[in-house]
């Protein structure tokens, strides 16, 4: 049962950083204001998002989408939270890179979700760019949510390798003949 915790644990520990992260940044940077840290290559910004990521359905009318970004949340939550919980199957009790990415998608999950509830934006902070090119700005959930869902992905991926090489012939075997 306790092994069970530890993810909503990790979660917990994600949302208490992104929630005192933004609340750094709302207390001690003005909104739209840049501080330089690495010259042409990252700023601390205070920007409210009211989209999702890189500001998709900002300009959505507003009701309509806090509804469904909410809405979306709470089931992703939810749907987290179930496969956590249930009892073991084969293998997933030891494999904590799923285990492990689930609560920091979680964790993101939560945090943002609490921006949106709360002030009907989210809180980016984070400005990497390169020359001209900038990545949209990005927060401590955000970045949670990109390597939960990275471990997720290398996980199907080292799956999918194991599962072949188990199904494959070996090559230069002896023929009989």
Known sequence: MRDRL???LIAACVLGLDRF??????????????????PKFFNIVHAENPGVAFGLLADASSAWRDTILIALATGVLLFI????LRPAQAGMARNWMVRIGLALVLGGALGNLYD?????????FVEVYAG???FPAFNVADSA???GAGLLL???????ERKQSRTLPAVGG????
């Open 132 to 134: 001209t090119h900038y």
């Open 154 to 160: 290398l996980d199907m991926w080292r799956s999918r």
């Open 21 to 38: 992260t933004k609340w750094l940044i709302k207390a001690h940077v003005t909104a739209w204001d840049t501080l330089t840290v690495i």
């Open 145 to 147: 949510i990109t390597v």
């Open 174 to 177: 002896s023929s009989q003949t």
């Open 116 to 124: 949106r509830v709360v002030n009907g934006t989210v809180t980016d």
């Open 6 to 8: 530890i993810p909503f």
């Open 81 to 84: 939270s179930t496969i956590l």
